[in-house]
């Protein structure tokens, strides 16, 4: 990030209070080398109603990063992401008749989408009067959507998810909610029989299991040239999110890739996941059949997440061996 928001940063790094998620961000928001110059300019820029520019303290670079996550990314029809001027050293490109040597358009991407996190979509659907939504009306507390999800997905769900991705298909083009994320089929495959808790933590995504709201999760699989434009997550992408860990650049666009960071905490030697990110795009037909939910909250410390992410990043980067980059933070 430009060096006006080092103030912000070391106020976090420096801190012995500041929570270690908070942290975590200001961390790779120093060294995450796949921001662009261009677009820490955008960043640098940036100004939004009740966010002072150039913050100096954590919490100010805090509000402002949020701020800019939800106007220029999440709900933005065209999110920073996919602008080439900005972002076009995270693209990766996608094989057509004009250029032959992207990656198959035939490669399959997947996306694990969790039910437990849609309660837009279902207030926007009943809202509609739509027929698998008519009765979401009371279903305001965890307990009451967890209870409306487990009646709905009796029987394995194949009446109410096909109606969800038919409403979050017509939803999307009057309130977008962006990046999708994404990895290789291929990749995620060998977890297929895993339970949900694993899923999670493969992905790096939180996991924030209760009695009252489990996480119901299915699998959407596409094919690559079902997606416009495909690109590597910065955390500039996902917001303030403690999960994301900056990924080496790739000099090959075709070898462009994030990797999530295993909440599970891994060996070195464990396979990395490719990770992506994309707009949303129409999933009426890629449902697997696959529906699991959550049993249990089994969060780890983030510390030894990072610490065992990081090892297994020079385990298969071997010019990280030699240390630096976001060692600080270890």
């Not at 100096?56 to 996919?82: C, E, H, M, Q, W």
């Not at 694990?112 to 009765?135: G, H, M, N």
């Not at 955390?235 to 900056?246: A, M, N, S, T, V």
């Amino acid at each position: 990030m430009p060096p006006v928001y080092d103030p912000g940063i070391a106020d976090l790094l420096s801190s012995k209070t500041a929570d270690p998620g908070d942290q975590a961000v200001a961390c790779n928001l120093r060294h995450d080398h796949r921001i662009s110059s261009a677009r820490e300019a955008e960043v640098d820029n940036y100004t939004s109603p009740g966010v002072r520019p150039h913050p100096r303290t954590g919490a100010a670079l805090k509000s402002l990063i949020n701020d800019y996550f939800d106007r220029r990314v999440r709900f933005s029809f065209r999110p920073d992401y996919i602008v080439p001027e900005w972002n076009d050293n995270n693209f990766v490109p996608i094989a057509t008749s004009a250029n032959p040597d992207g990656l198959n358009g035939s490669s399959m991407l997947v996306r694990v989408l969790d039910l437990s996190r849609l309660r837009p979509v279902y207030k926007w659907a009943y809202e509609q009067a739509l027929p698998q939504f008519l009765d979401y009306g009371s279903a305001a507390t965890d307990k009451a959507l967890g209870d409306w999800l487990k009646s709905r997905l009796a029987g394995g769900g194949r009446q109410f998810v096909p109606a969800l991705l038919e409403a979050m298909d017509r939803r999307r083009h009057d309130y977008p909610y962006e990046p999708a994320w994404a990895v290789w089929w291929q990749e995620f495959r060998p977890f297929l029989n895993r339970p949900a808790e694993r899923w999670l933590d493969l992905l790096g995504l939180e996991n924030r299991h209760s009695d009252a709201l489990p996480h119901w999760l299915v699998l959407l699989r596409y094919r690559l040239r079902d997606v416009r434009t495909l690109a590597c997550p910065t955390q500039l992408d996902g917001g303030w999110y403690r999960f994301h860990f900056p990924s080496p650049l790739q000099d090959e666009p075709r070898l462009r890739r994030g990797h999530p960071m295993d909440l599970a905490a891994p060996p070195p030697n464990r396979k990395l996941l490719s990770e992506f990110i994309h707009q949303q795009i129409r999933h009426t037909d890629h449902w697997t059949g696959h529906l699991k939910s959550t049993h249990s909250n089994a969060s780890g410390e983030l510390k030894k997440q990072r610490d065992a992410h990081y090892h297994r990043l020079q385990n298969w980067y071997p010019a990280l061996r030699g240390g630096g980059w976001i060692e600080e933070c270890l």
